[in-house]
C-alpha cells in the first residue's frame, strides 16, 4: 500500500488534492443517505472519531467540487449543477461567554471576507443572521451551515457551572437564530460529543433532528470492520499483525450500526508500522471524568454492567451530570446491547468497549486514586495478566496481596474516597481490567450478581469480594452458583473469594477453586 495515513488533516480538499497521496475511507453513501434524508440535523460522536472531516466533506459536496469527489461513490450520483453557500464553523476553545463573543465574531468576520460579503454587524448573533441573508441574496440559493464542536465552548468551562451555564445561554440563542432563519437555509448538521437535553440548549431548534443513535447513519463515522480489511488489511498483515488482535485492541464502538474503530487509533497503528498502543486514550486524559467519579462515589465494577434508558442516553445538563452519561458520550463506555423495556421503549446496555480503553481507563483510575506508584505498577499487571491466563492460583493470590499491600498507608487516612463502601471491589476491578483482559462487574445470573468477572482468554473467574465477613467470601458464590451462566462455553472456570480486613487495609483469607 502506498497510501499515507492522513493523521490530523480535517479538510476534505487538502486530503483529496495532496501530493502525499492520503488514504481516503469513502463514507459517501452515507453522506449522500444523510443530506437527501432531512434538513436540520445533530449527530454525537466521541472525539477524534472523524466528525470534522464529515463536515468538511459535505461542504464541499454542497459547494460543487466535482473534482474532488471523483472516483468516488458519489461521483455519478450527485447533482452537480448547483452550488451552494456554506458556512462551516468550528466552536472556539474560550474561558467563558464574553471571550466565546469575540472569538465568535471574528470567526464570522473571516467568512464574510472570504465571501467578499459586507457586514454592518458587530454583536456576533446579529452578524451570523446578516451573513446567512447576505449569503442567499449573492448566490440566489439556501445557505448550509455546519458547526463542529458545538458543545466545546461549553465543556471548556464544565468545571466551573455559572461559567457554563451561562456559556450555554449564549448558544442557546446563538442557535435558535436558524429557526428564524429557515427560509434561507438549505442543510444544517451540528456535531459534537455530548448531547445536552433539548430543553438545555437547542429548545429554539424544535426540527432538529437527533441522529446520534439511528441506525441508519450508525457508521457515517468510524470504520467497520469490513472497511479495516479492504483498505489497509493487507498493510496490516504485512507486519505479521493478526486482525483478530487488531480488533481486540480498537474495534468495538456501537452506535447501532456496525461495530467500529476509531479512525485515529487505526491510522496511528498503521503509520506506526502496526505497533498496538493506546493511541486515542493518550491524546486526550478523562482528568474531569475520574474527578466526577469520585465526586459521585461512582461504583467502578458498574462500568461492567450498566443499563441505561434512552432518556439517560439523551440526557446532558450542567446543573446534573452523570458519570455514566458522560462516559459514555466521551467514548469510553459504549453500546453492547439493546434490550426491550417491559415498560416499553429501549434500555442499552453499555460495556467498556475494546481493550485500549480497558487498560488505559484502568490506570487513569489507578493513578487518580495513587494506588502503588506507577513505576511499580507494570509489575503488578504484566504479573497478574500471566497469571490468570495461566490459571496460576498460587499467582493469582500473590499479585492481589501485593496489590493491596502496596497501597501506601497515608493514602487510606488523608483520601476520602478509601473509606466509601465498594471501594476495594472498585480497585480490584480497574486492577483486573488494566491487565487487557475483559471485565464484567455486577454480572447478573438468575440466582443474584457476581461482584466481578474475568475474561481470560479460555478462562472465566468470577470473584466474589467480602468485607469483614464472617463467611468466606466463596461460600457466597457456591450457594448461589453465580458460575453456571458460563457453563457449556469450553472454559476453565475458577470461583475466587477475597475477604479483605478493612481496620489492616489488607487481604484477608483468599480461596481460589477450579469447577471440575
Given at each position: 500500500?502506498?497510501?499515507?495515513?492522513?493523521?490530523?488533516?480535517?479538510?476534505?480538499?487538502?486530503?483529496?488534492?495532496?501530493?502525499?497521496?492520503?488514504?481516503?475511507?469513502?463514507?459517501?453513501?452515507?453522506?449522500?443517505?444523510?443530506?437527501?434524508?432531512?434538513?436540520?440535523?445533530?449527530?454525537?460522536?466521541?472525539?477524534?472519531?472523524?466528525?470534522?472531516?464529515?463536515?468538511?466533506?459535505?461542504?464541499?459536496?454542497?459547494?460543487?467540487?466535482?473534482?474532488?469527489?471523483?472516483?468516488?461513490?458519489?461521483?455519478?450520483?450527485?447533482?452537480?449543477?448547483?452550488?451552494?453557500?456554506?458556512?462551516?464553523?468550528?466552536?472556539?476553545?474560550c474561558g467563558g461567554k464574553e471571550?466565546?463573543?469575540?472569538?465568535?465574531?471574528?470567526?464570522?468576520?473571516?467568512?464574510?471576507?472570504?465571501?467578499?460579503?459586507?457586514?454592518?454587524?458587530?454583536?456576533?448573533?446579529?452578524?451570523?443572521?446578516?451573513?446567512?441573508?447576505?449569503?442567499?441574496?449573492?448566490?440566489?440559493?439556501?445557505?448550509?451551515?455546519?458547526?463542529?464542536?458545538?458543545?466545546?465552548?461549553?465543556?471548556?468551562?464544565?468545571?466551573?457551572?455559572?461559567?457554563?451555564?451561562?456559556?450555554?445561554?449564549?448558544?442557546?440563542?446563538?442557535?435558535?437564530?436558524?429557526?428564524?432563519?429557515?427560509?434561507?437555509?438549505?442543510?444544517?448538521?451540528?456535531?459534537?460529543?455530548?448531547?445536552?437535553?433539548?430543553?438545555?440548549?437547542?429548545?429554539?431548534?424544535?426540527?432538529?433532528?437527533?441522529?446520534?443513535?439511528?441506525?441508519?447513519?450508525?457508521?457515517?463515522?468510524?470504520?467497520?470492520?469490513?472497511?479495516?480489511?479492504?483498505?489497509?488489511?493487507?498493510?496490516?498483515?504485512?507486519?505479521?499483525?493478526?486482525?483478530?488482535?487488531?480488533?481486540?485492541?480498537?474495534?468495538?464502538?456501537?452506535?447501532?450500526?456496525?461495530?467500529?474503530?476509531?479512525?485515529?487509533?487505526?491510522?496511528w497503528f498503521v503509520d506506526s508500522?502496526?505497533?498496538?498502543?493506546?493511541?486515542?486514550?493518550?491524546?486526550?486524559?478523562?482528568?474531569?471524568?475520574?474527578?466526577?467519579?469520585?465526586?459521585?462515589?461512582?461504583?467502578?465494577?458498574?462500568?461492567?454492567?450498566?443499563?441505561?434508558?434512552?432518556?439517560?442516553?439523551?440526557?446532558?445538563?450542567?446543573?446534573?451530570?452523570?458519570?455514566?452519561?458522560?462516559?459514555?458520550?466521551?467514548?469510553?463506555?459504549?453500546?453492547?446491547?439493546?434490550?426491550?423495556?417491559?415498560?416499553?421503549?429501549?434500555?442499552?446496555?453499555?460495556?467498556?468497549?475494546?481493550?485500549?480503553?480497558?487498560?488505559?481507563?484502568?490506570?487513569?483510575?489507578?493513578?487518580?486514586?495513587?494506588?502503588?506508584?506507577k513505576d511499580r505498577r507494570g509489575?503488578?499487571?504484566?504479573?497478574?495478566?500471566?497469571?490468570?491466563?495461566?490459571?496460576?492460583?498460587?499467582?493469582?493470590?500473590?499479585?492481589?496481596?501485593?496489590?493491596?499491600?502496596?497501597?501506601?498507608?497515608?493514602?487510606?487516612?488523608?483520601?476520602?474516597?478509601?473509606?466509601?463502601?465498594?471501594?476495594?471491589?472498585?480497585?480490584?476491578?480497574?486492577?483486573?481490567?488494566?491487565?487487557?483482559?475483559?471485565?464484567?462487574?455486577?454480572?447478573?445470573?438468575?440466582?443474584?450478581?457476581?461482584?466481578?468477572?474475568?475474561?481470560?482468554?479460555?478462562?472465566?473467574?468470577?470473584?466474589?469480594?467480602?468485607?469483614?465477613?464472617?463467611?468466606?467470601?466463596?461460600?457466597?458464590?457456591?450457594?448461589?452458583?453465580?458460575?453456571?451462566?458460563?457453563?457449556?462455553?469450553?472454559?476453565?472456570?475458577?470461583?475466587?473469594?477475597?475477604?479483605?480486613?478493612?481496620?489492616?487495609?489488607?487481604?484477608?483469607?483468599?480461596?481460589?477453586?477450579?469447577?471440575?
Amino acid at each position: 500500500m502506498n497510501k499515507l495515513m492522513p493523521i490530523g488533516v480535517q479538510d476534505f480538499k487538502d486530503l483529496r488534492t495532496s501530493e502525499l497521496n492520503y488514504l481516503y475511507i469513502d463514507k459517501t453513501p452515507e453522506v449522500y443517505k444523510l443530506v437527501r434524508s432531512g434538513k436540520v440535523f445533530f449527530l454525537s460522536r466521541p472525539r477524534r472519531f472523524g466528525k470534522s472531516l464529515l463536515l468538511s466533506t459535505i461542504r464541499y459536496l454542497f459547494e460543487g467540487e466535482r473534482e474532488l469527489f471523483d472516483g468516488l461513490w458519489i461521483h455519478n450520483r450527485w447533482d452537480w449543477g448547483k452550488r451552494y453557500p456554506v458556512i462551516l464553523l468550528s466552536m472556539p476553545e474560550c474561558g467563558g461567554k464574553e471571550e466565546l463573543e469575540v472569538l465568535l465574531r471574528d470567526k464570522l468576520r473571516l467568512v464574510c471576507e472570504r465571501e467578499d460579503v459586507q457586514f454592518s454587524s458587530e454583536h456576533p448573533l446579529s452578524l451570523f443572521a446578516e451573513l446567512i441573508q447576505k449569503l442567499a441574496e449573492k448566490y440566489s440559493h439556501k445557505v448550509v451551515v455546519l458547526i463542529d464542536e458545538y458543545d466545546r465552548p461549553i465543556l471548556d468551562n464544565i468545571d466551573e457551572p455559572e461559567k457554563a451555564k451561562e456559556v450555554r445561554e449564549y448558544l442557546k440563542g446563538f442557535y435558535s437564530l436558524l429557526k428564524d432563519l429557515d427560509e434561507y437555509l438549505k442543510f444544517i448538521l451540528l456535531t459534537g460529543v455530548t448531547r445536552f437535553s433539548k430543553a438545555g440548549i437547542f429548545s429554539g431548534l424544535n426540527n432538529l433532528k437527533d441522529i446520534s443513535l439511528d441506525p441508519r447513519y450508525g457508521n457515517i463515522v468510524g470504520i467497520t470492520q469490513e472497511e479495516l480489511e479492504r483498505y489497509l488489511g493487507e498493510e496490516i498483515k504485512r507486519h505479521n499483525v493478526d486482525l483478530e488482535e487488531v480488533k481486540e485492541w480498537y474495534n468495538g464502538y456501537s452506535f447501532l450500526g456496525d461495530r467500529l474503530y476509531n479512525p485515529f487509533d487505526v491510522l496511528w497503528f498503521v503509520d506506526s508500522g502496526c505497533v498496538f498502543d493506546n493511541y486515542w486514550f493518550n491524546s486526550g486524559t478523562p482528568n474531569f471524568l475520574i474527578k466526577l467519579i469520585e465526586s459521585g462515589n461512582f461504583y467502578i465494577p458498574e462500568l461492567g454492567s450498566l443499563v441505561v434508558g434512552k432518556e439517560m442516553m439523551d440526557r446532558f445538563d450542567v446543573e446534573n451530570i452523570k458519570p455514566e452519561v458522560i462516559l459514555y458520550q466521551a467514548g469510553y463506555l459504549t453500546i453492547d446491547e439493546v434490550i426491550k423495556s417491559p415498560r416499553g421503549g429501549l434500555l442499552y446496555k453499555l460495556k467498556v468497549p475494546n481493550k485500549e480503553v480497558r487498560m488505559s481507563l484502568s490506570d487513569a483510575i489507578l493513578d487518580y486514586w495513587k494506588v502503588v506508584e506507577k513505576d511499580r505498577r507494570g509489575e503488578l499487571e504484566d504479573g497478574l495478566y500471566v497469571a490468570l491466563g495461566n490459571g496460576d492460583v498460587e499467582g493469582i493470590k500473590g499479585w492481589i496481596k501485593r496489590l493491596f499491600e502496596s497501597i501506601p498507608y497515608h493514602y487510606h487516612i488523608n483520601n476520602p474516597i478509601s473509606q466509601y463502601e465498594g471501594y476495594y471491589a472498585s480497585v480490584l476491578f480497574s486492577f483486573f481490567m488494566s491487565t487487557g483482559y475483559e471485565v464484567r462487574g455486577e454480572d447478573v445470573s438468575r440466582r443474584g450478581r457476581a461482584d466481578i468477572v474475568v475474561l481470560a482468554r479460555d478462562k472465566v473467574y468470577v470473584v466474589e469480594i467480602k468485607t469483614d465477613a464472617q463467611e468466606p467470601a466463596i461460600k457466597q458464590i457456591e450457594e448461589r452458583r453465580y458460575w453456571e451462566k458460563y457453563e457449556g462455553a469450553g472454559k476453565e472456570i475458577y470461583l475466587v473469594g477475597i475477604s479483605i480486613d478493612s481496620e489492616g487495609r489488607q487481604v484477608g483469607e483468599m480461596e481460589i477453586r477450579r469447577i471440575e
